[in-house]
C-alpha cells in the first residue's frame, strides 16, 4: 500500500482507483508504473496457494490500467476485507531472480546470515543504515549475551524472562509493542460436550486472566475477550467481557448436561470424580504456551473440571488440528485485520477447523466485509456486533494479547511513529546517535 499515493472507490464500492507514487522504483532502476503493479498483482493472484487465507482477493474481478500511473481494481461484490488483504509485496522477475522496491536489497544469502545493502533511490530517500546483516541465534539467551558483547545493534524479540533485565542495561533500548495475536485455547465444537454454548460461557467465567497475564506472561500483555484486534480502529473496548468468577462458572455448569462420571487419571478410587474432562493439545518446546495452558489447567480445576494437556510436535500438532483430532487446543490467533479474523470463525471458512457455527457471527462478519465505503459508523456498529457475538456465544476461551520488544543499541537513534507499532517498520529511517556520530567525525 505504500507504493501508493492515494486510492478511491466509486459510490457503488465496486472500481477502486489507484494513484501510484511518482517516484518509487524497482531495485533495477526501473519505475513502479501501473503496467508493472499490474502485472505483479496478476502474478500473485494466479500463483496463490492458500486463497481461503485471503478471503477479499476472491472479491476481485480484474484489473486494468487507466494511466502510467493510474490502476483500477473491479469487484465483484463490494468488500471491505480487499483492502485488509491486498498487502502484497510488488516485485518483477529478471530470469531467478526477484527485484523488489524497499529500502534495502538483499546482496547474499547463507544459512549462516542474510546481507542487505542500502538502495539508494528509494521513494523515502536512502537510509543511513548502509548495511544490515541478519544472523539466526539457536536462542534468545545466546542472542543477548552477543547484544552485551556489543556483536548485535538489534534483538528481534526480547522475552517475557530477560524484558527487566535488557531494560534495566544502558547500552540498550527497548521498544515495546502488543502483538496481534490472541493467545487462547480453541474448542473441537463438534465434540458434544462443547456444543452447548453455556458449557463455554462457563469456562470463560472460570479462569483469571490477569493472574495468568501476571505469571505466563509477566504481566506483559492485555487481557483478551475475543479474537478481535483490540488497537483495530472500529474496536469497542465498552463492550463487556467476562470476570473472574468460579462460583458463577460452577452454577452455570450445574444447569447443563455436562458431566462425566470417572476419576481423573492417577487419583486413588476414593477420589471425587471429575465434573467432566477434555484433552488440550499443547506444542512441545513451547514455555510459554505451556505454562499458560497449565494455569488454564489449574484454575478449571477449581470448578472440577479436568482439562488434560498432550504436548506434541508441530507436524503433529497441525495435523491433527486439519484432521479435527482433538477436543481443543491452545493456539495463537492472529487478527489484526477483520479480515483474518473471519477466516477463522465464519461458519463457511474452509480455515475453521473448530466446527464453530454462529449465525449472529455470520452475519456480523458479513456485515463487515460488505459495509458500504466511506460509512464508518455501519463498520464500527457490524465490529461491535461480531465482538458480543463472540463473546455471548464464544468459540474458546481468549486469555491475552501478549506483549513484545524490540531491543536496539543506543548507537541508534529510532523514530517512533503512531500509526507504526513495531519499530522495525521504520528500519530505513534509523539513524545514528548524534553523540557518536560526531565521534566518528572526529576518529
Given at each position: 500500500?505504500?507504493?501508493a499515493?492515494?486510492?478511491?472507490?466509486?459510490p457503488?464500492?465496486?472500481?477502486?482507483?489507484?494513484?501510484?507514487?511518482?517516484?518509487a522504483?524497482?531495485?533495477?532502476?526501473?519505475?513502479?508504473?501501473?503496467?508493472?503493479?499490474k502485472?505483479?498483482?496478476d502474478?500473485?493472484?494466479?500463483?496463490?496457494?492458500?486463497?481461503?487465507l485471503?478471503?477479499g482477493?476472491?472479491?476481485?474481478?480484474g484489473?486494468?490500467?487507466?494511466?502510467?500511473?493510474e490502476?483500477r481494481?473491479?469487484?465483484?461484490?463490494?468488500?471491505t476485507?480487499?483492502?485488509?488483504?491486498?498487502?502484497?509485496?510488488?516485485?518483477?522477475?529478471?530470469?531467478?531472480?526477484?527485484?523488489?522496491?524497499?529500502?534495502?536489497?538483499?546482496?547474499?544469502?547463507?544459512?549462516?546470515?542474510?546481507v542487505?545493502?542500502?538502495?539508494?533511490?528509494?521513494?523515502l530517500?536512502t537510509?543511513?543504515?548502509?548495511?544490515?546483516?541478519?544472523?539466526?541465534y539457536p536462542?534468545?539467551?545466546?542472542?543477548?549475551?552477543?547484544?552485551?558483547r556489543?556483536?548485535?545493534?538489534f534483538?528481534?524479540?526480547?522475552?517475557q524472562?530477560?524484558?527487566?533485565?535488557?531494560?534495566?542495561?544502558?547500552?540498550?533500548?527497548?521498544?515495546?509493542?502488543?502483538r496481534?495475536?490472541?493467545?487462547g485455547?480453541?474448542?473441537?465444537?463438534?465434540?458434544?460436550?462443547?456444543?452447548d454454548?453455556?458449557?463455554r460461557?462457563?469456562?470463560?467465567?472460570?479462569?483469571?486472566?490477569?493472574?495468568?497475564?501476571?505469571?505466563a506472561?509477566?504481566?506483559?500483555?492485555?487481557?483478551?475477550?475475543?479474537?478481535?484486534?483490540?488497537?483495530?480502529?472500529?474496536y469497542?473496548?465498552?463492550v463487556?467481557?467476562?470476570?473472574?468468577d468460579?462460583?458463577?462458572?460452577?452454577?452455570i455448569?450445574?444447569?447443563?448436561?455436562?458431566?462425566?462420571?470417572?476419576?481423573?487419571?492417577?487419583?486413588?478410587?476414593?477420589?471425587s470424580?471429575?465434573?467432566f474432562r477434555?484433552t488440550?493439545?499443547?506444542l512441545?518446546?513451547?514455555?510459554?504456551?505451556?505454562?499458560?495452558a497449565?494455569?488454564?489447567?489449574?484454575?478449571?480445576?477449581?470448578?472440577?473440571?479436568?482439562?488434560?494437556l498432550?504436548?506434541?510436535?508441530?507436524?503433529?500438532?497441525?495435523?491433527?488440528?486439519?484432521?479435527?483430532?482433538?477436543?481443543?487446543?491452545?493456539?495463537?490467533?492472529?487478527?489484526?485485520?477483520?479480515?483474518?479474523?473471519?477466516?477463522?470463525?465464519?461458519?463457511?471458512?474452509?480455515?475453521?477447523?473448530?466446527?464453530?457455527?454462529?449465525?449472529?457471527?455470520?452475519?456480523?462478519?458479513?456485515?463487515?466485509?460488505?459495509?458500504?465505503?466511506?460509512?464508518?459508523?455501519?463498520?464500527?456498529?457490524?465490529?461491535r456486533?461480531?465482538?458480543q457475538?463472540?463473546?455471548?456465544?464464544?468459540?474458546?476461551?481468549?486469555?491475552?494479547?501478549?506483549?513484545?520488544?524490540r531491543?536496539?543499541?543506543?548507537?541508534?537513534?529510532?523514530?517512533?511513529?503512531r500509526?507504526?507499532?513495531?519499530?522495525?517498520?521504520?528500519?530505513?529511517?534509523?539513524?545514528?546517535?548524534?553523540?557518536?556520530?560526531?565521534?566518528?567525525?572526529r576518529?
Amino acid at each position: 500500500p505504500r507504493l501508493a499515493e492515494s486510492w478511491k472507490p466509486s459510490p457503488d464500492g465496486l472500481r477502486w482507483a489507484f494513484k501510484l507514487r511518482d517516484n518509487a522504483k524497482f531495485h533495477d532502476g526501473s519505475p513502479v508504473d501501473a503496467a508493472s503493479v499490474k502485472r505483479s498483482l496478476d502474478e500473485a493472484l494466479a500463483n496463490l496457494t492458500d486463497r481461503s487465507l485471503v478471503p477479499g482477493l476472491d472479491d476481485i474481478a480484474g484489473i486494468d490500467v487507466d494511466g502510467p500511473r493510474e490502476l483500477r481494481v473491479t469487484l465483484r461484490n463490494r468488500s471491505t476485507f480487499f483492502l485488509d488483504d491486498l498487502s502484497i509485496p510488488i516485485s518483477k522477475r529478471s530470469g531467478d531472480r526477484i527485484i523488489g522496491t524497499g529500502p534495502f536489497v538483499v546482496q547474499s544469502s547463507t544459512p549462516e546470515e542474510i546481507v542487505m545493502s542500502t538502495f539508494p533511490d528509494h521513494y523515502l530517500g536512502t537510509p543511513e543504515v548502509d548495511r544490515i546483516v541478519w544472523k539466526p541465534y539457536p536462542a534468545l539467551r545466546t542472542a543477548w549475551a552477543g547484544m552485551m558483547r556489543g556483536e548485535i545493534d538489534f534483538l528481534y524479540e526480547v522475552s517475557q524472562e530477560s524484558a527487566e533485565f535488557v531494560q534495566g542495561e544502558s547500552s540498550v533500548n527497548t521498544f515495546s509493542f502488543l502483538r496481534p495475536y490472541a493467545l487462547g485455547v480453541a474448542f473441537n465444537s463438534r465434540r458434544p460436550i462443547f456444543a452447548d454454548q453455556r458449557v463455554r460461557q462457563a469456562l470463560n467465567f472460570a479462569v483469571d486472566r490477569q493472574t495468568i497475564i501476571e505469571q505466563a506472561l509477566k504481566g506483559r500483555g492485555v487481557s483478551a475477550q475475543s479474537p478481535i484486534w483490540p488497537l483495530h480502529w472500529a474496536y469497542d473496548p465498552n463492550v463487556p467481557g467476562y470476570s473472574y468468577d468460579p462460583s458463577r462458572a460452577a452454577a452455570i455448569l450445574d444447569g447443563t448436561n455436562a458431566r462425566f462420571n470417572g476419576k481423573r487419571g492417577g487419583e486413588p478410587a476414593s477420589a471425587s470424580p471429575a465434573r467432566f474432562r477434555f484433552t488440550c493439545l499443547v506444542l512441545d518446546n513451547l514455555a510459554v504456551w505451556e505454562r499458560m495452558a497449565l494455569l488454564v489447567q489449574r484454575q478449571l480445576r477449581e470448578i472440577d473440571v479436568d482439562m488434560q494437556l498432550e504436548a506434541v510436535s508441530a507436524a503433529d500438532f497441525n495435523a491433527r488440528i486439519a484432521k479435527g483430532d482433538f477436543d481443543a487446543v491452545f493456539l495463537e490467533f492472529s487478527a489484526r485485520s477483520m479480515s483474518r479474523a473471519y477466516v477463522f470463525w465464519h461458519s463457511e471458512s474452509p480455515r475453521n477447523a473448530f466446527g464453530y457455527r454462529n449465525s449472529r457471527v455470520d452475519q456480523a462478519f458479513e456485515a463487515i466485509r460488505r459495509a458500504p465505503p466511506g460509512d464508518d459508523g455501519a463498520y464500527r456498529t457490524a465490529v461491535r456486533d461480531l465482538q458480543q457475538s463472540m463473546i455471548s456465544s464464544p468459540p474458546g476461551i481468549f486469555l491475552a494479547w501478549g506483549q513484545t520488544a524490540r531491543a536496539v543499541s543506543t548507537r541508534f537513534r529510532v523514530p517512533e511513529e503512531r500509526d507504526r507499532d513495531d519499530v522495525l517498520q521504520t528500519l530505513s529511517r534509523w539513524q545514528l546517535a548524534p553523540a557518536l556520530a560526531l565521534a566518528e567525525v572526529r576518529d
